[in-house]
Every structure is written in structure tokens, then in C-alpha cells.
């Protein structure tokens, strides 16, 4: 198969986006030194202040406060091959429960302050009745990884696309800080393949329960995978082709909104393997994506380890959460506005000093 | 020297504690296992729901909305042995920043949504200027734990007292959810004491750098701290033996923050050692205060972890951070109001599959 290249539209999306900038990282690092903090006592919240004033290219950066999860929905032919126990209606089921604010994403959104946008990347159910989603009109569900290609090309471009043009919506009314969730019965098989292509492992080091639970059958879920993999016989810097072979179309999706957030300089925050495996392939599509994203929630599915090893992140929560929807990012939320708060709120030692503090 | 008891005032508020209601934890396990979330999905989140409910004694437990952190700060007598490379005049110049606004603490407190509490517990300078800065009014600074017991008995009563006449004040403006925090050169050396003499630890075990850094003389700090709970030779449950022999005033009021709490049914958020050090105290004085307790941060000095154990607590975070004043157990404050939320806030599988859904 002949490797795909991103339409001129996407291809212009990726000129677009510039790494970290070096300067700004470095007068965040001169800035927390200053402070009336012990050295190194915000520890990883200080490399996290550091991490977003490059991102920004502006120190200090700017502090989130409207932060927007979007959650991307899709359906994959691959669950005929029972690598989940839930019923693909589940996905447009709880795609709708997200519209109408009603899943554990949007209490988790609201314990954090962030809103919610969803989009139906593509759900295999007719089109869902809830209010305010918004549908990408690619694709009703990808087809079946383990029979071809889950996507032709030109789809795996325009879920892309999508991805970003949701973003994009939500940066112009004001969105600082993108988080991303996903919800696609079966999804984290897909995601597996996207993993092991992308950074050359086997499905023995990616694959794990998903949403299974304990009644996963892993060896058949990892025999799948590994033969998935095999055939489609990527490059490891094939995002597109990656995308093509085994979706999903929220994978697609996601990794445009990784790309948007980092063509706007705008944080995004990753959620758990699926996030992590659309991450991959936005940074595999444009390298400099990497500087703009931050790891929220350490997955237990091993795959979501693997590839923000590949990535060289290292989430900031490990509360063993397993059920998408962005839930692991949307708490990490905090963390990200108190690293920007700190850097501009807190006094120096030459303040106290300068006040009359009896420091030496 | 003979095992100092608590006052009647002391007495009373002990006798007021009364441990988790197992009924309403297992209400908010039923609960969880019916929500539209794949089975454990919500990892420790959903721990932490069932823990809040067992609490609270009621199911669901109520949602944080008023976070109030309470910072204690106070001075230590062992300052002069060199245990701690910062000057003694931090401590106050700290509290008055902490009541100002403008230190780590604050900067993270609004970040979260939590009021500021600070309570000179015991500094060592003249009163200082901050407005709304509590006075315990015990003791100026902990005598020298190294040549002999820092606090009268009475002294240590006394403190524990004020930290909870200060929760109780929070409670009664609608605090629904105690943050511990403190400030205090040279505490981490108490707080040591305080952890190894309670749980039966050598030094080596629960002595790290403090706010010293890579500076500290760790062989010198530890010779110190096994020397003085050798000689203080107390019972391990001794909870006011411990305060009297080690101090320091700000970890006695921290332990009567614990009470107040636990008395109350308000869960309270535990930070770095001197937190830690705070709660084994509470702990020992009423046993059922552990039910009540949630470890924000897992602090780098190791006398953090050998307490959290003995308590039976893993922390929601691990974020390396080390500069006290609350800021690691603050960044666990939306988790708590985020667990609390989502057993509120989310629909069931039967909710959807009455609503039409094809789920089967």
C-alpha cells in the first residue's frame, strides 16, 4: 500500500505549528528561582509552569480559565470480533448521555470548570437525537481492522480535519486549554495498533483490558492486534497510514485537536490510551505537536505507558481511572492552572527582603 | 517522666469522634457498581467516593464547595543546631505573607477555589502585622527538642486546642472540607520525631533534606533525631508525649485541625510531613479520626511515607513538591469535590436503557 499524504488543506494545518519556544521556557525557569520557595519545591509543578510558558512562548504564560474538553465519538468494525463485552449502541448511547451533560465526563468537567463539546466522529447508529453534538458526516464507524484498511485515506484526512475544525471553534470562543476524551465501543483496540505501529512494539507490550475488565480475553485481543500490525506493515512515522489501517475516526479527531491546540500555542491536556495513540499520530504528522501537549492521567491499559514513553511525557496523575470520556485529563485541569498561577503570584525572597524581613 | 493526659477541654472533644459509617459506604458502592461506567472505570476516584460517604455517614457525601486551608505556622527551638541552612525570621515573614495573599499557598488556594487560614500557632518573633492572622497565644517557638522537652504538657494541650477552635471557626463560616498546611523553619526535624517516635522508626527511616535540598547534613539531622526520641522513650500511642517532647506548636495545631474535622464529619486533606506527623498525633488521641482523613501529596521526606503507611493512607498525588504551607494537599481538592460529584451527577445503565437505548 502507498504510504497516504495529508490533503493540501491538512498539510497547510501542519506547516503551521512551531515547537516550544526556548526563550520563554528560560525566563520561567529564572522566574521560579526567584521565588520565596524552597529550591525545587514546586517540584513537577515547576517543570509543568516551565513546559507552558515554551508552549505559550510567553513567560509568564497564561493562566487557563476557560478550559473545554472535546469529546470525540466513533464506532469500529473491528467489535464484531467480540474484543469488547459492551454493545456498540453504547457509543451513540453515551455520546448522547455527554451531550445532555449526564456522563462521568461532564461531572468531571464541572468539578474542574471546564465545558464540553462533543463530536460524532462516527457513531454507526443513525444520527443521535441530543442537542448541541456536532457530527463530523465522514463515516458511520470504521470498518473492520482485522479484515483491511479501517479507513480509506481521504476519510482518515477528513476525520483529521474535523478534529481540528472542532477545536478551532472552541479556541475562538475563548477555549485556553484543550482536553481531550474520547467514547467508541471497542476503541481501545484500535488504539493498541496505532501504539505498537507507531512505536514498534508488539501487541504483548500494548494491549490490555480496555473497558473488559477482567473478562477481557487478552491473547485473543493480542493475537488480533499483533496481526493487524503485521499486515498493514507501517513505517513508525506513518501517522496518516496508521490512521488509514486501523482508525478509529475519534483517533483521527483527537489528533486534530492536539494539532489545533498546538498551531494556537494552546495546551492540551491527554486522557488515557486513546488520546494517548491519536497524540502519536498528530506528533508523527507534525514533530513540534510534542512541545504543546501535557500527559493528565496514566492509563492502566499498557498501551497509553508505551506511547507517552515514545512521546517523553510522564502523565501528572495516576489514579488508575479507566473509562474515557477525558475523565483522567479533566482532573489534571487544576494542576495546569495552579503551575501558571504560581509563577506570577507568589512574592520573591527580595520582596520580603525589601520589606524589612529580618532574612539574614 | 510520667504520660501527660489531655485536659477536660481536650477529653471532650476526643470522646465527640466517632469513626466511618459502614452503611453509607457500602450505599456508595452500590452506587458506583450501577453508574454507566465500565466496572472499577473510576479507579481510586471512586475509593475516594466510597471513603467520603463512610465519612460523612451519608450517601451520597455532600460535594466540597467551601475548601478552607488553615496554615499553622511556628518557630523551633532545635533551629540553633544548624538543622535547616534558611534564617529563623522566615517563619514569620511567611505566615505574613500567607495572611497577605502572596505566597505559594495563596496562589494555589485560588487556584482551587479555597479560602486562606493562617494561625501563628507559636513564631518566634513579635507578634507580627498581618491582618487576619490568627494568635494561639501558647508559646513563642518550641524549646530545643535536642536538650530536652520542647513543650510543657499544658503548652501542647493548649496548641491542639487552638487548632481546633481555628477548624471550628472555619466550620461555622460553612468550611465543608479542612486543608492542612503549615510553615515553620526547622519543623521538618520535629516532624521527624514525631513520626518515628509514633511508629516505632529509627531515624534513618523517616529523616530527608527538608527545605535544606541536596545541603542538608542528613548524617547530622539523623544523629540528632535518634538521640532526642531515645531519650523522650515514649509509648508509641502517646500522642501528647510526642507534641511535648518534639513540638513543634504548628503540628499540635495541625492535630487539632484533624479533630475538629473528624468531629465534624468534614474530611481533611493531609500534606507533607508535618501534616502527616500532625494526623499521627490526632490519630493517636482518637483512633476513628483516621476515617475522616484523605492524603492529598505524597511528600518527598520520607517520614511523609512511613506515616501515610502507618495510617493506613495513599496520597491522591505525588507531584515531588516540598515547600509546605498546604500546596500538595490543595491541588487534591478538586479530586475530592470531583469523587463527591460523580456519584451524584451520573446516569445509570438503566437510566439508559429505559430511555430507548439498544443495549442488549
Redesign the interface.
Not at 529550591?39 to 509543578?45: C, Y
Not at 501528572?316 to 473509562?323: E, Q, S, T, Y
Given at each position: 500500500m502507498s504510504r497516504p499524504r495529508p490533503s493540501a488543506a491538512l498539510s497547510a494545518a501542519l506547516a503551521a505549528i512551531a515547537p516550544a519556544d526556548a526563550e520563554s521556557a528560560r525566563a520561567a525557569e529564572r522566574r521560579l528561582a526567584n521565588?520565596?520557595?524552597?529550591?525545587?519545591?514546586?517540584?513537577?509543578?515547576g517543570a509543568l509552569a516551565v513546559r507552558l510558558a515554551g508552549s505559550a512562548g510567553r513567560c509568564p504564560p497564561p493562566r487557563p480559565t476557560c478550559p473545554v474538553l472535546v469529546v470525540a465519538a466513533a464506532d469500529h468494525g473491528v467489535h464484531v470480533h467480540g474484543v469488547s463485552p459492551?454493545?456498540q449502541?453504547?457509543t451513540?448511547?453515551?455520546a448522547?448521555?455527554l451531550a445532555e451533560g449526564?456522563?462521568?465526563g461532564?461531572?468531571?468537567a464541572?468539578?474542574?470548570g471546564a465545558r464540553v463539546r462533543v463530536l460524532d466522529a462516527g457513531i454507526a447508529?443513525p444520527p443521535i437525537r441530543a442537542a448541541g453534538l456536532r457530527r463530523a458526516g465522514v463515516r458511520a464507524g470504521a470498518g473492520d481492522l482485522a479484515a483491511g484498511p479501517a479507513l480509506a485515506p481521504e476519510e482518515a484526512d477528513a476525520a483529521v480535519r474535523a478534529g481540528i475544525a472542532t477545536a478551532e471553534e472552541a479556541l475562538a470562543e475563548g477555549a485556553d486549554l484543550l482536553v481531550t476524551g474520547d467514547m467508541g465501543i471497542a476503541n481501545t483496540t484500535s488504539a493498541a495498533c496505532l501504539v505498537a505501529a507507531l512505536t514498534g512494539r508488539r501487541a504483548h507490550d500494548v494491549v490490555g483490558p480496555g473497558?473488559?475488565?477482567p473478562a477481557a480475553d487478552l491473547p485473543a485481543k493480542r493475537a488480533l492486534v499483533d496481526a493487524a500490525v503485521a499486515r498493514a506493515d507501517l513505517d513508525g512515522d506513518d501517522g496518516l497510514g496508521a490512521l488509514t489501517a486501523f482508525g478509529g475516526l475519534e483517533h483521527a479527531a483527537l489528533a486534530g485537536v492536539c494539532l489545533a491546540g498546538a498551531r494556537a500555542r494552546v495546551p492540551v491536556l491527554l486522557d488515557g490510551v486513546s488520546a494517548v495513540a491519536a497524540a502519536l499520530v498528530a506528533v508523527r504528522l507534525a514533530p513540534a505537536t510534542v512541545d504543546h501537549l501535557v500527559a493528565g492521567h496514566r492509563s492502566?491499559e499498557p498501551g497509553a505507558s508505551v506511547g507517552l514513553a515514545a512521546l517523553g511525557l510522564d502523565p501528572?496523575?495516576?489514579?488508575?481511572?479507566?473509562?474515557g470520556e477525558g475523565?483522567g485529563a479533566?482532573?489534571a485541569?487544576?494542576?495546569v492552572?495552579?503551575a501558571a498561577?504560581?509563577l506570577?503570584?507568589?512574592?520573591t525572597l527580595e520582596?520580603?527582603a525589601s520589606?524589612g524581613?529580618?532574612?539574614?
Open positions: 521565588l520565596a520557595i524552597p529550591p525545587g519545591g514546586l517540584g513537577r509543578l459492551w454493545p449502541g453504547l451513540a448511547a453515551m448522547a448521555t449526564a456522563a462521568a461532564n461531572a468531571l464541572r468539578a474542574v447508529e473497558a473488559a475488565g492502566p501528572l496523575l495516576d489514579l488508575a481511572m479507566a473509562l475523565t479533566l482532573l485541569v487544576p494542576l492552572a495552579a498561577g504560581v506570577t503570584e507568589v512574592r520582596d520580603l520589606a524581613w529580618p532574612l539574614s
